[in-house]
């Protein structure tokens, strides 16, 4: 470039304008995160703590290579800059959640439909003295016990009788062979000889209370 493009007094540029001319790009750059190093220093430098120069240096320099670089190089340059990402939880972490939270819906599931059917029964008189069967027929089962007191002698017992959670069997020494009812987890039990016919009464209606268990069908 030839000093009649810069007037008649026909000096050299400085080498820093040729470089600037040269590159507009690196120059809006530099201008740039100038201006943001002064606000930053002339803000640190009011509170008596100075930033670390050579840390904006170094992010001057980056734009500048970037700027100034082939397509390739650019691109080398963002990745080497991008920052490093720890990897995402797997999914399998959370398929013992998962498994375990449908265990429970299915089970809930189950207790629902037992109760419902056994409910859908209320004043009928085909389960007097047959108990067990009518717990068992609650779970679409049958013929798993032959009494009420048999079923109890082989589950997991649990004595306060009290608080049965909803769809757990409550059982009574009523007799040689027993009672059994259905507790709906409200103080209440669904049971078969309530006034002699399928209904719902308090867990303490029959005597002589001997515990609940989870049923096992």
Not at 75 to 96: D, F, G, I, L, Y
Not at 172 to 193: E, F, N
Not at 206 to 217: D, E, K, N, S, V
Request: charged fraction near 15%; include cysteine; aromatic fraction near 6%.
């Amino acid at each position: 470039m030839t000093a009649a493009a810069f007037g008649s007094t026909g000096g050299a540029l400085p080498r820093g304008a040729n470089v600037l001319a040269a590159n507009p790009v690196t120059t809006v750059l530099g201008l740039a995160v100038g201006a943001v190093g002064a606000a930053v220093v002339g803000s640190h430098a009011a509170q008596g703590d100075l930033p670390d120069l050579h840390s904006a240096a170094t992010v001057t320099a980056d734009l500048h290579l970037t700027a100034g670089a082939s397509p390739a190089s650019a691109s080398s340059a963002r990745a080497a800059m991008t920052p490093v990402h720890a990897e995402a939880t797997s999914a399998a972490a959370t398929v013992p959640e998962l498994t375990k939270a449908a265990g429970m819906a299915h089970q809930q599931q189950k207790i629902d439909s037992a109760i419902d059917r056994f409910e859908s029964t209320i004043g009928s008189t085909q389960y007097e003295n047959y108990c067990e069967r009518a717990v068992e027929n609650a779970f679409g089962t049958q013929h798993r016990y032959a009494s009420a007191i048999e079923d109890w002698h082989s589950q997991d017992q649990h004595s306060d009788w009290q608080d049965a959670p909803r769809g757990a069997m409550v059982f009574y020494d009523t007799s040689s062979d027993g009672h059994v009812a259905l507790s709906l987890g409200d103080g209440r039990v669904v049971s078969s000889s309530a006034h002699h016919q399928v209904g719902i009464v308090p867990i303490g209606y029959f005597q002589h209370p001997l515990g609940w268990a989870y049923a096992p069908y």
